[in-house]
């Protein structure tokens, strides 16, 4: 088998599983390779330099977690398991050499501290925090056995104490080098295809946000005319396509929008504005849609002279009108959407409530991420990109304001449904 048959081998073990871990692999087969020929020196120095057996079940025990480990992962591909298991035989070596060599006098009594390194090396944060707990517990033990217990400990033979305090140092250095190393050359790996994987995708933004945005102006235009120049009975399809033409360049607006705004590039100017007037202009951006589904604004404790320090053309455009926009999507036709303002604790609360069918939980929870984009339809079968909440969240964030949102899905039994967006903002 060629080198490149052979890494494809060994790193497609775990396709089916979570990409996550796919990506640990490496560490796995380092800790896994390094832990094996650290077990058979230490199994070598002491049958063979010292002249002392009585360590050899616990080598046996080891191995045999080794091998499970790898057959585990190899055959079953799990690789959380594997990785527990090849911890646990380190753990078995480490804890029970170093007490039976003398606890806290033994002379690698170091090597405890290789197991939270490991154990991040192969999953992470909790691979370092259970690392960190058998370190703490067997100091702890040692430490006790030390000071009340004194429990007998195996012979190990004649030996040189400094000899083996240099033996261990160097041993351990030369393990730790090694696997440090080689952490740091394959993270340095995995920015590189990161960097390259960025670079990939600011291409082919470019591409679909330029490239594609001059056609798609032209064919809005174009149907634009064959509206008005068209015999009636094209019309249904033609306003179709208007339609859905609309569509791809609201996706377009919004994705351009979020690059800009995520690349720090979106240019915001802070100054004051009327929160009232804002709020109004908003409310003109939506009144076909308030037309059309016959709904009732009720605006209240907004003030005509109060004053925000914000960008009022993105508060207006790409947050009020975002949020007011969806109100109105998951409302009722004839239904009150009430928009209120509240002054607390030096911050003004701008508030928009409406009756409409609510957000359940798991919605509610993924709602602004913008990486589980979801498109709900409205109450009359209203279509959405799904970018706009996540984009009016970063706007509102980037203007240093917060967010709130409470909801309460409609049912045969309750009234009290709809959804609450609190806007805040220092006053």
């Known amino acids: 088998m ?51 057996s009585q360590y050899n079940f616990a080598f046996a025990a080891a191995y045999v977690l080794l091998f499970i480990s790898a057959y585990n992962l190899f055959c079953r591909k799990s690789y959380q398991v594997s990785a527990n298991l090849v911890f646990a035989a380190m753990s078995l070596i480490a804890v029970l050499l170093i007490y039976d060599s003398g606890g806290l006098r033994a002379p690698g009594a170091f090597w405890l501290s290789a197991l939270p390194l490991l154990g991040g090396f192969m999953t992470g944060r909790k691979g370092l925090i259970l690392g960190l707990t058998v370190v703490i517990s067997a100091l702890a033990f040692y430490y006790i056995d030390y000071a009340y217990l004194n429990w007998p400990k195996f012979s190990y033979g004649t030996f040189n104490y400094n000899e083996e305090i240099i033996t261990n140092l160097i041993l351990f250095l030369g393990f730790m080098t090694f696997a440090t190393y080689y952490y ?4 340095e790996q995995n920015i590189k295809q990161l960097v390259q994987h960025r670079d990939d995708i600011d291409v082919l933004l470019k591409i679909l946000i330029h490239d594609i945005a001059n056609p798609l102006s032209a064919a809005i235009n174009r149907t634009t005319r064959l509206r008005r120049q068209s015999p009636p009975e094209f019309g249904p399809s033609i306003e179709r396509i ?22 720090g590039k979106m240019n915001i100017v802070l100054k004051k504005a009327n929160i009232s007037s804002c709020v109004q202009k908003s409310l003109q951006n939506i009144s076909d849609m308030l037309t059309e589904k016959n709904i009732n604004v009720d605006v209240t404790d907004i003030e005509q002279q109060c004053f925000l320090l914000t960008d009022p053309q993105i508060l207006t455009t790409q947050v009020l ?77 980037r203007l240093g304001g917060d967010l709130q949102i409470k909801s309460k899905v409609k049912t045969d039994k309750n009234e009290d449904h709809g959804t609450t967006v609190t806007i805040k903002f220092a006053a």
């Open 2 to 52: 060629n080198p490149e048959g052979l890494k494809e081998f060994f790193f497609s073990r775990l396709k089916s599983e979570d990409s996550v871990w796919n990506k640990k692999l490496p560490y796995y087969y380092l800790t896994w390779s390094l832990s094996f020929a650290a077990f058979a020196v230490f199994f070598y120095r002491f049958n063979f330099h010292h002249g002392v």
């Open 184 to 187: 740091v050359h394959s993270e």
């Open 242 to 263: 208007s339609f859905m033409l609309e569509r791809i360049n609201e996706i377009l607006v919004s994705v351009r929008e979020l690059k800009l705004l995520n690349d």
């Open 321 to 397: 009108t975002n949020f007011l926009t969806n109100a109105v999507k998951f409302s009722e036709k004839g239904s009150t959407l009430k928009i209120g303002l509240k002054r607390e604790d030096g911050f003004y609360n701008l508030v928009i409530e409406d009756r409409g069918v609510g957000i359940d939980q798991a919605r509610l929870d993924t709602l602004f991420n913008s990486n589980k984009i979801q498109s709900t339809t409205g109450t009359l079968g209203e279509k959405g990109v799904g970018y706009g909440l996540p984009l009016a969240k970063s706007f509102v964030e």
